[in-house]
Nanobody, 126 residues
Framework: QVQLVESGGGLVQAGGSLRLSCAASGRTFNNYAMGWFRQAPGKEREFVAA????????VYADSVKGRFTISRDNAKNTAYLQMNSLKPDDTAVYSCAARLSFYDLVKTGTRDYVHWGQGTQVTVSS
């Protein structure tokens, strides 16, 4: 079992940057692949980025490719989402998610992930 807590959200102007953190409890963080998802008001939750257990594989949604970077520090049990060149369309609640994985794979579906954080609000003003 792993518990996830996000932090780092807030209000930022278009073009600005934020770094989200996802702190995980437990001692087996390096056995969990991690993902970031977001949900805007009135929209379904959508995939943003994912990273494999080793950090060697990453995948991004087309809408954030080149602007966002996912990373992880297994020694600190933490995953990160660095968001640059933010746009108003990036406004959403961002949640991190974890899935137990014994292979160095990345998954992009919400149903692939079992453990979820409570989410952190990101608001980008124009």
């Amino acid at each position: 079992q792993v518990q996830l807590v996000e932090s780092g959200g807030g209000l930022v102007q278009a073009g600005g940057s934020l770094r989200l953190s996802c702190a995980a409890s437990g001692r087996t963080f390096n056995n969990y692949a991690m993902g970031w998802f977001r949900q805007a008001p009135g929209k379904e939750r959508e995939f943003v980025a994912a990273i494999s257990t080793s950090g060697g594989r990453t995948v991004y949604a087309d809408s954030v490719k080149g602007r966002f970077t996912i990373s992880r520090d297994n020694a600190k049990n933490t995953a990160y989402l660095q968001m640059n060149s933010l746009k108003p369309d990036d406004t959403a609640v961002y949640s991190c998610a974890a899935r137990l994985s014994f292979y160095d794979l990345v998954k992009t579906g919400t149903r692939d992930y079992v453990h979820w954080g409570q989410g952190t609000q990101v608001t980008v003003s124009s």
